[in-house]
């Protein structure tokens, strides 16, 4: 579901969801959003079921594209 929200240090974000199924056990969640003041940002999730173990695995990343990096300095 796409949200919309604000803040101060963000400015507008607009992050739209893309679910894609890879295998019966095998899909990535790719979350793209982009903000007024600081960019955009990737942000993607693979997850892997393995009933042999009873478990799930998971792997995140994201990375951050600034539009004006001096605009953050500390």
């Known amino acids: 579901m796409p949200t919309v929200g604000y803040t101060a240090t963000r400015g507008v974000q607009l992050t739209v969801p893309?679910?894609?199924?890879?295998a019966d056990n095998?899909?990535?969640?790719?979350?793209?959003s982009l903000m007024s003041r600081?960019?955009?940002l990737a942000d993607g999730e693979l997850t892997w079921r393995v009933p042999e173990f009873?478990?799930?695995i998971s792997v995140r990343a994201s990375?951050?594209?600034?539009?004006?990096p001096s605009a953050f300095a500390t």
């Open 38 to 40: 600081q960019g955009f």
């Open 26 to 32: 095998l899909d990535l969640l790719l979350s793209p």
């Open 63 to 68: 990375g951050l594209y600034q539009f004006d």
């Open 54 to 56: 009873g478990g799930v």
């Open 18 to 22: 893309y679910f894609v199924p890879l």
